[in-house]
């Protein structure tokens, strides 16, 4: 065996070893300094390291800036930056790319982001700090760059103290706040003069790392988009640390903010290069609210509302008095009940001339209410409850039916012409009113209820506060709810339409005793006392303060509907119970009332959804908008008696209506048969004429508002011409209905000068609409909304008690003598 020697044995080994893989030499960080450029080039095999050393002082935080730059387009092949810190690593590529709408890309080639400040702890004493920086390529050629490293100065915010800074997409910037020990609350405020570029205002917790880029900052903290002005509130319960970051990211596009795509210079990989877009931002954190302010915002809003139970009260008890001192005067008049009664009420009452024309003397008109005896009148006047007795029992009296096409033709109406039927059944008729609206209230707001919970529970586990509309210049949260103010405001609605609810029924059950009390002659004075409608007038003002509490619980535009709904029955209930007054007998069903309501409410909701310079939706609707005019008109001007039969086939129903046009307007075109109520609906229809030309013409972009005027408006009309009727046939106002005439009207007056303060929109994006935004104007709590949720419950109160009070002069006067208008 003969054996290799010993050099040719080693050289072999060395000629394997040279075949094996070896690990590549660890590359040797080059010292470096802050503030000082340094240029280089990287590829495939050359990369290249940097070690920047600081110190840290206890209580004091620095935080780094790192800035690159490489002039390569090169999208294969970008260069990669890796900065390693104590605590976490970040790490980004140039060209940065950020993606917009239809796969867009914006690139930039200038990159700068501030690194995750470490704070040592107190009793640590100062800390070394290393950070590396690591640059490289896959690239085969070299590809130069240019790296800066500053230290940052004023990276902490202060307290009522203004900062101006800029950002830009592929240079956000974030700063630390924290938290004084006197402070439990702040408010962040961030203003730019320009609108343009859209920007994302971020609070975020001291956590590694920061998001600070357009794709990840939602990912975490809470933020909302901003145009010229943004406001977040954070509370320090919120931040164990009691401290946070505030990151300020401008977008690539300003579609978010309602701006359009931008039109640049592509080439045709649809790829934007460094579009300039930098912004000018200033931050101002200043203190919140502290809890007293919460208490006393609270005990003002309940006191204020207590007045008007006292006053209420006083009232009652004026009444009272003045009751009791009428009834002893009574009790030791000279005069018997006989002579008193007899005194009040004349043999015969005198006729107008020409109201012959179809005409019903006495003894038929008191045949058909069949009121021969006291006795049977008690019974028929009495509100006993009778399974038998249902809303199909109205006309069961024969005379009636045969008489009321004639009685309704007369040139002159008087209320017992319109108040034939039973008591009894008319008020379970607008009884109906009353319980429906519960229902109705009771199916609606809990859906209502669990859907607003949800909202804010999205808004407080996602921090998205582009999620609601709320003015968050004056949003004071409390517990879950990000804008209690906005919802303690409403509580108004609900005490006011409570204390209706105690009204009503105080007059009810006065009525109640009355009619007991006195024989059934009485019931042929007054306007009749049927109170189903007011009591469905107060749950329906209490429903809208309910409502509109849960609408602004996360105002936005999938739940408007929640703020106006109960406003459209509120505004149509009030214009049934002005036309029951002097109509009862003829009045709308509930069922038809509130199946109009619900036609309506559907109308607002594809109005705001189809509405916006849709216009096709507009002549629709004002199609729909004159011909009900007129459809109303002509059962208001014919008392109910114009009927239309859907079973014609022979178009007779043309051939009526010509000959109705014929009679009426040509043959007596000079003066109309009724000219008082021709005159109440020319000028209505002239109103919804003109509203339907107007959103034709405009196409107003809040339908839901412009909808509700349409109801106010008539309702305001109604009311007027009901007003000077009353005077006109020689009425009085007493001094209660007068005193509410004129408070209703300034009070909405001011009302309606705060709602039009718009401080937000959600017709428009939430950038957009925190532009709008206010600081508070009472008490530094509640804004202009707010206090137009004040006064317009006061005003809707008014409003309700003048409806209530307006005929009470009319108690003593026979109804043969009441004027129908």
């Given at each position: 065996?003969?054996?290799?020697?010993?050099?040719?044995?080693?050289?072999?080994?060395c000629?394997?070893?040279?075949?094996?893989p070896?690990?590549?030499?660890?590359l040797?960080?080059?010292p470096?300094?802050?503030?000082r450029?340094?240029?280089?080039?990287v590829?495939?095999?050359?990369?290249?390291?940097?070690?920047?050393?600081?110190?840290?002082r206890?209580?004091?935080?620095?935080?780094?800036?790192?800035?690159?730059?490489?002039?390569?387009?090169?999208?294969?092949?970008?260069?990669?930056?890796?900065?390693?810190?104590?605590?976490?690593v970040?790490?980004?590529?140039?060209?940065l790319?950020?993606?917009g709408?239809?796969?867009r890309?914006?690139?930039?080639?200038?990159?700068?982001?501030?690194?995750?400040?470490?704070?040592?702890?107190?009793?640590?004493?100062?800390?070394?700090?290393?950070?590396?920086?690591?640059?490289?390529?896959?690239a085969?050629?070299?590809?130069?760059?240019?790296?800066?490293?500053?230290?940052?100065k004023?990276?902490?915010l202060?307290?009522?103290?203004?900062?101006?800074?800029?950002?830009s997409?592929?240079?956000?910037?974030y700063?630390?706040?924290?938290?004084?020990?006197?402070v439990?609350?702040?408010?962040?405020?961030?203003?730019?003069?320009?609108?343009?570029?859209?920007s994302?205002?971020?609070?975020?917790?001291?956590?590694?790392?920061?998001?600070?880029l357009?794709?990840?900052?939602?990912?975490?903290?809470?933020?909302?988009?901003?145009?010229?002005?943004?406001?977040?509130?954070?509370?320090?319960?919120?931040?164990?640390g009691?401290?946070f970051?505030?990151?300020?990211?401008?977008?690539?596009?300003?579609?978010?903010c309602?701006?359009?795509?931008?039109?640049?210079?592509q080439?045709?990989?649809?790829?934007?290069?460094n579009?300039?877009r930098?912004?000018?931002?200033?931050?101002?954190?200043?203190?919140?609210?502290?809890?007293s302010?919460?208490?006393?915002?609270?005990?003002?809003?309940?006191?204020?509302?207590?007045s008007f139970?006292?006053?209420?009260?006083?009232?009652?008890?004026m009444?009272?008095?003045?009751?009791?001192?009428?009834?002893?005067?009574?009790?030791?008049?000279?005069?018997?009940?006989?002579?008193?009664?007899?005194?009040?009420?004349?043999?015969?009452?005198?006729?107008?001339?020409?109201?012959?024309?179809?005409?019903?003397?006495?003894?038929?008109?008191s045949?058909?209410?069949?009121?021969s005896?006291?006795?049977?009148?008690?019974r028929?006047?009495?509100?006993t409850?009778?399974?038998?007795?249902?809303?199909?029992?109205?006309d069961?009296?024969p005379?009636?039916?045969?008489?009321?096409?004639?009685?309704?033709t007369?040139?002159?109406?008087?209320?017992?012409?319109?108040?034939?039927?039973?008591?009894?059944?008319?008020?379970?008729?607008?009884?109906?009113?009353?319980?429906?609206?519960?229902?109705?209230?009771?199916?609606?707001a809990?859906?209502?209820?669990?859907?607003?919970?949800?909202?804010?529970?999205?808004?407080?586990?996602?921090?998205?506060?582009?999620?609601?509309?709320?003015?968050?210049?004056?949003?004071?949260?409390?517990?879950?709810?990000?804008?209690?103010?906005?919802?303690?405001?409403?509580?108004?609605?609900?005490?006011?339409?409570?204390?209706?609810?105690?009204?009503?029924?105080?007059?009810?059950?006065?009525?109640?005793?009355?009619?007991?009390?006195?024989?059934?002659?009485?019931?042929?004075?007054g306007?009749?006392?049927?109170?189903?409608?007011?009591?469905?007038?107060?749950?329906?003002?209490?429903?809208?303060?309910?409502?509109?509490?849960?609408?602004?619980?996360c105002?936005?535009y999938?739940?408007?509907q929640?703020?106006?709904?109960?406003?459209?029955?509120?505004?149509?209930?009030?214009?049934?119970?002005?036309?029951?007054?002097?109509?009862?007998d003829?009045?709308?069903?509930?069922y038809?009332?509130?199946?109009?309501?619900?036609?309506?409410?559907?109308?607002?909701?594809?109005?705001?959804?189809?509405?916006?310079?849709?216009?096709?939706?507009?002549a629709?609707?004002?199609?729909?908008?004159?011909?009900?005019?007129?459809?109303?008109?002509?059962?208001?001007?014919?008392?109910?008696?114009?009927?239309?039969?859907?079973?014609?086939?022979?178009?007779?129903?043309?051939?009526?209506?010509?000959?109705?046009?014929?009679?009426?307007?040509?043959?007596?075109?000079?003066?109309?048969?009724?000219?008082?109520?021709?005159?109440?609906?020319?000028a209505?229809?002239?109103v919804?004429?003109?509203?339907?030309?107007?959103?034709?013409?405009?196409?107003?972009?809040?339908f839901?508002?412009?909808?509700?005027?349409?109801?106010?408006?008539?309702?305001?009309?109604?009311?007027?011409?009901?007003?000077?009727?009353?005077l006109?046939?020689?009425?009085?106002?007493?001094?209660?209905?007068?005193?509410?005439?004129?408070a209703?009207?300034i009070?909405?007056?001011?009302?309606?000068?705060?709602?039009?303060?718009?401080?937000?929109?959600?017709?428009?994006?939430?950038?957009?609409?925190?532009?709008?935004?206010r600081?508070?104007?009472l008490?530094g709590f509640?804004?202009?909304?707010?206090?137009?949720?004040?006064?317009?419950?006061?005003?809707?109160?008014?409003?309700?008690?003048?409806?209530l009070?307006?005929?009470?002069?009319?108690?003593?006067?026979?109804?043969?003598?009441?004027?129908?208008?």
């Open positions: 065996m003969v054996v290799p020697p010993a050099g040719a044995l080693c050289a072999l080994l000629a394997l070893c040279a075949l094996l070896r690990a590549a030499p660890a040797a960080p080059a470096a300094a802050f503030d450029l340094y240029q280089g080039a590829s495939l095999r050359r990369e290249q390291l940097y070690a920047f050393n600081y110190s840290c206890p209580g004091q935080v620095d935080a780094v800036r790192v800035y690159v730059k490489s002039d390569s387009e090169d999208l294969q092949y970008p260069v990669l930056f890796v900065v390693r810190q104590q605590k976490g970040l790490s980004w590529q140039v060209p790319i950020f993606r709408l239809y796969q890309t914006y690139n930039y080639q200038e990159v700068s982001r501030t690194l995750c400040p470490t704070e040592p702890a107190p009793d640590t004493g100062p800390l070394e700090q290393v950070i590396f920086v690591d640059v490289a390529s896959m085969p050629s070299p590809i130069k760059y240019e790296l800066l490293v500053t230290r940052v004023n990276f902490q202060m307290t009522d103290k203004a900062f101006n800074f800029t950002a997409p592929s240079q956000p910037q700063f630390l706040y924290k938290f004084p020990q006197d439990d609350s702040v408010i962040i405020k961030v203003v730019s003069e320009t609108i343009y570029p859209c994302v205002v971020s609070v975020q917790d001291i956590v590694c790392p920061v998001y600070d357009d794709h990840n900052v939602e990912f975490n903290g809470v933020y909302q988009s901003m145009t010229k002005q943004a406001a977040i509130t954070i509370q320090k319960k919120d931040f164990t009691e401290q970051f505030v990151v300020f990211v401008i977008k690539p596009e300003d579609y978010a309602g701006g359009s795509v931008p039109s640049t210079i080439d045709k990989g649809n790829h934007t290069w579009l300039q930098t912004k000018h931002l200033q931050v101002t954190i200043v203190p919140s609210i502290p809890e302010v919460y208490v006393q915002a609270m005990l003002f809003s309940f006191l204020s509302f207590l139970y006292m006053g209420a009260l006083m009232v009652a008890c009444h009272y008095v003045r009751a009791r001192r009428k009834m002893s005067a009574e009790r030791y008049s000279p005069d018997d009940g006989s002579r008193t009664m007899a005194a009040s009420r004349p043999i015969t009452a005198g006729t107008p001339e020409g109201s012959s024309y179809g005409a019903i003397d006495e003894s038929s008109s045949g058909g209410r069949q009121m005896s006291p006795e049977h009148g008690l028929r006047g009495s509100d409850d009778s399974s038998v007795e249902e809303e199909s029992d109205f069961t009296m005379e009636i039916e045969s008489d009321k096409n004639v009685i309704r007369k040139m002159f109406l008087y209320l017992s012409d319109l108040s034939r039927k039973d008591r009894r059944i008319v008020s379970k008729k607008y009884k109906i009113y009353f319980w429906n609206i519960i229902t109705i209230a009771v199916f609606y809990l859906p209502v209820v669990q859907l607003v919970i949800t909202y804010q529970t999205v808004v407080n586990v996602t921090g998205n506060q582009d999620i609601c509309y709320y003015n968050f210049l004056c949003a004071h949260p409390l517990g879950v709810l990000s804008a209690f103010n906005n919802v303690l405001s409403n509580m108004g609605h609900v005490l006011l339409g409570f204390l209706f609810l105690l009204i009503v029924l105080h007059r009810d059950i006065l009525h109640r005793h009355t009619m007991e009390a006195k024989d059934a002659c009485t019931l042929e004075y306007i009749p006392k049927h109170f189903g409608l007011f009591y469905a007038m107060g749950i329906a003002l209490m429903m809208e303060g309910v409502l509109s509490a849960c609408y602004h619980v105002p936005n999938s739940n408007f929640f703020d106006t709904s109960f406003m459209y029955m509120i505004a149509g209930l009030c214009m049934l119970k002005l036309y029951q007054a002097r109509h009862p003829i009045n709308a069903s509930a038809s009332a509130y199946a109009s309501f619900a036609v309506v409410i559907c109308l607002a909701v594809l109005g705001v959804v189809f509405g916006k310079n849709n216009m096709w939706f507009w629709i609707f004002s199609i729909i908008h004159v011909f009900a005019s007129l459809a109303l008109s002509t059962q208001i001007y014919y008392m109910g008696r114009f009927k239309i039969d859907v079973s014609d086939t022979d178009f007779g129903i043309f051939r009526r209506a010509a000959m109705v046009l014929y009679t009426d307007c040509i043959q007596q075109c000079s003066r109309p048969m009724y000219m008082d109520r021709m005159v109440l609906l020319v209505g229809n002239l919804n004429w003109s509203f339907a030309i107007f959103g034709l013409v405009y196409r107003p972009r809040d839901a508002s412009y909808l509700l005027g349409i109801f106010i408006c008539n309702l305001l009309l109604y009311l007027a011409f009901y007003i000077i009727m009353k006109r046939s020689s009425e009085k106002l007493l001094p209660i209905p007068l005193f509410c005439i004129v209703t009207a009070v909405w007056g001011a009302a309606l000068y705060f709602f039009f303060q718009n401080l937000s929109s959600w017709e428009e994006t939430p950038a957009e609409s925190r532009e709008k935004n600081p508070c104007a008490l509640f804004d202009d909304h707010d206090i137009w949720h004040f006064l317009s419950a006061a005003a809707l109160f008014f409003s309700f008690l003048v409806l009070t307006l005929d009470d002069d009319l108690d003593t006067v026979r109804r043969d003598q009441i004027p129908v208008f």
